[in-house]
C-alpha cells in the first residue's frame, strides 16, 4: 500500500505559522477524502481537519477553528495545512490519512498513514 508523505513540521513559538503537506506518491489525492489528524504525547490521534474529495468542503475540530486552513492543490497532488497562531497545546505529532469512514472524528476510520511531521510550538 502506498502511504502519504508529510512534510513541514518544525519547532516554533507561540503565535508562529507553519505549512503541513501531504504528497501522495502513487495515489491520486483529488480523488479521496483527506484528513489531517495529530497526536500528542501520552494522548489518543484527534481529528484536526479535513477536506472531501470532489466539491472540497472542509472540517475542523473546534481547537482549531479560525487558525488553520486545509487546502488542495490538485496539480501538485498535495493537500496542506496552513497553521497560523499557533499554541503549545498544538504541539504533537501531525499525520494525514485517507479518510474512509462516515465521522471525520473517527481514527480508525483512515488508512495509507504517513510516517507523521513533528510540530513542537514553545511559550
Known amino acids: 500500500q502506498v502511504e502519504l508523505v508529510e512534510s513541514g513540521g518544525g519547532s516554533v513559538q507561540t503565535g508562529a505559522s507553519l505549512t503541513l503537506s501531504c504528497a501522495g506518491p502513487?495515489?491520486?489525492?483529488?480523488?479521496?477524502?483527506i484528513g489531517w489528524l495529530r497526536q500528542a504525547p501520552g494522548k489518543e490521534r484527534e481529528f484536526v481537519s479535513g477536506i472531501s474529495s470532489n466539491i472540497d468542503d472542509t472540517y475542523y475540530a473546534d481547537s482549531v477553528k479560525g487558525r488553520f486552513t486545509i487546502s488542495r492543490d490538485n496539480a501538485k497532488n498535495t493537500v496542506y495545512l496552513q497553521m497560523n497562531s499557533l499554541k503549545p497545546e498544538d504541539t504533537a505529532v501531525y499525520y494525514c490519512?485517507?479518510?474512509?469512514?462516515?465521522?471525520?472524528?473517527?481514527?480508525?476510520?483512515?488508512?495509507?498513514w504517513g510516517q507523521g511531521t513533528q510540530v513542537t510550538v514553545s511559550s
Open positions: 490519512a485517507v479518510k474512509f469512514a462516515i465521522d471525520w472524528f473517527d481514527s480508525d476510520g483512515y488508512a495509507y
Open positions: 502513487g495515489r491520486t489525492l483529488s480523488r479521496h477524502a
